[in-house]
């Protein structure tokens, strides 16, 4: 008798282990109208600037399977080859089930993920504001079209007000759902639209549980952090060295004892273009009266086919006769990274110790606080 319990208790002692059994990975199950059968369905990173292809499948008889693993919840893009648009997705290790809409795939359904349940909630206050861009951005068009200044700044300023509005309940939901990573992308969006002050964001990064912290997007938010302190005004800039279109290296030091600029851009770049003709202005206006440039070139765009030769001939066009550098990696560039750059043209105003005392300032702006410092 004591053997029969001794083994009955081994064969429970089994079959709990077996139902404890810990996922490790995930299981994503989708539901799609037949009619795009034979069609590839993929799976991407949602990095714009680097974007990765994690796996594709074929739509058969409606349904497609993905499986992998994931570190850490992270925000992925589904597209369909041929179908409009795409689903953004909050991939994480569990089994995942979406219902598809080919007309609209932004607008899929998905069930059996706690972070995707929270991703809804963020998607519940974003798409009212996405259906208001589109109708009172026909309505600006119509205004400018029409020469109704008047009408287009109140257009402006009503939309400024929905967003504003918008970014509060954002703020809130962050704050109530501190244990997901869908809340750092967000907040990590927020900081990089500059929708956010940077003390209020450390405040909600703080709040984080320690998994979404480490997640790869809870790294990204704290490097935000930390470079947005380092390049504040107030700040000494940091230090950075980079090739220049001979393949030598400068150093942003090696400029310390003048005031200087440095001036963020790219030869796609259609407004950087448009606003060097103000910088060349500037630099020959104050070059002799201590006036250092450093331009930092974005230039790697990958639909670029010759990224730098594109520079090489930006920088004759226009006539940019100080010192330029860059990477040629696009927003990866490292000095971008330290720097924090969202978007060009982008400008830092330094003094002769190497602080920084402005930002962003362009044509008469510029100009005037060359005059303010050099004049």
Known sequence: MIKKLMLLALIILVASCKNEVTKEGYVLNGFIDSSVDGKTMRLRNADLNNVTFVDSTIIKDGKVTFTGKVDSPDLYLLSIDGVP??????????????????????????????????????????????????????????????????????????????????????????????????????????????????????????????????????????????????????SVAPDFTAPNPEGNMLTLSDLKGKVTIIDFWAAWCGPCRRENPNVVNVYEKY???????????????????????????????????????SNLQYFNDPVAKKYNIQSIPATFILDADGKIIAKNLRGPELEAKMAELLD
């Open 85 to 234: 648009g795409g689903m953004p997705i909050v991939l994480e290790n569990e089994n995942i089930s979406i219902q598809f809409y080919k007309d609209s795939l932004q607008s899929s359904k998905v069930t059996g993920s706690h972070e995707n349940d929270i991703f809804k909630v963020f998607k519940d206050i974003s798409d009212p504001i996405r259906a208001k861009n589109q109708a009172m951005g026909q309505e600006f068009m119509a205004a400018r079209t029409a020469g109704d200044t008047a009408k287009m700044k109140t257009i402006q300023e009503e939309f400024q007000k929905i967003v504003d509005n918008g970014n509060l309940e954002n703020l809130e939901a962050i704050k109530k759902h501190n244990d997901v990573v869908t809340s750092a992308a967000i907040l990590e969006n927020l900081i990089k639209t500059k929708g956010i002050e940077m003390a209020k964001a450390q405040e909600l990064y703080d709040n984080f549980t320690d998994p979404v912290k480490n997640s790869r997007i809870g790294k990204s938010i704290n490097d935000l952090l930390v470079s947005g302190k380092a390049t504040a005004i107030g």
């Open 287 to 325: 070059h002799d009266k201590g006036l250092e440039i450093i331009g930092v070139s974005l230039d790697g765009n990958p639909r670029q086919k010759d990224a730098k030769g594109e520079w090489l001939a930006a920088i004759e066009k226009d006539g940019l006769t100080w010192h330029q550098v």
